[in-house]
């Protein structure tokens, strides 16, 4: 009998819980803040990234999942080329080690020759692929970055910002 009794006080013990943790009053949240400082935000470059961001998707609708990313890449070229956006394909910089040049590293795609833009094929994003971005705008001193990742649920873009301190 008493553990019957206790088994009922745990189960709406864990009930009250969730339902505590899931709980959501009006006069606590309200949304419409939210989406006007959401709509105040502004973006650096926001109606270039915008066209490009419109260029990736054409290309994923028209291409699907499945393919290297430098098919993609040469995909994405080719429609920057029809829409008439400069872009830049595989851009180089030097890596140099005191004064000595050791290497190169190759950024995916530069538009407008201020945004760069870098490509994944895969299922997700790890840190490595953030970590390379971000290396890569802070070498070539440009401020905004795109990583695109072509996954089989779709198309999935992140944007970085090379924020000097």
């Given at each position: ?111 407008y020759?201020?945004i ?50």
């Amino acid at each position: 009998m008493n553990l019957r009794k206790t088994r009922t006080r745990r189960r709406t013990l864990t009930l009250q819980r969730k339902n505590r943790r899931y709980r959501c009053t009006d006069k606590h949240t309200d949304n419409t803040d939210f989406f006007e400082i959401k709509k105040k935000m502004e973006y650096l470059f926001e109606k270039e990234t915008e066209t490009i961001i419109g260029i990736q998707y054409d290309v994923f609708n028209a291409l699907c999942w499945g393919l290297r990313e430098k098919h993609y890449e040469r995909a994405i070229m080719e429609e920057a080329r029809v829409k008439n956006i400069p872009c830049l394909s595989q851009v180089r910089k030097k890596v140099m080690y005191k004064g000595r040049l050791i290497g190169y590293n190759y950024a995916d795609l530069l538009f407008y020759g201020k945004i760069l833009v870098e490509l994944k094929v895969g299922n997700a994003l790890i840190k490595r692929d953030f970590d390379q971005l971000n290396e890569y705008l802070k070498e070539n001193n440009i401020q905004i970055g795109l990583l695109v990742l072509f996954s089989p649920t779709g198309v999935v873009i992140r944007r970085l910002a090379n924020i000097k301190k």
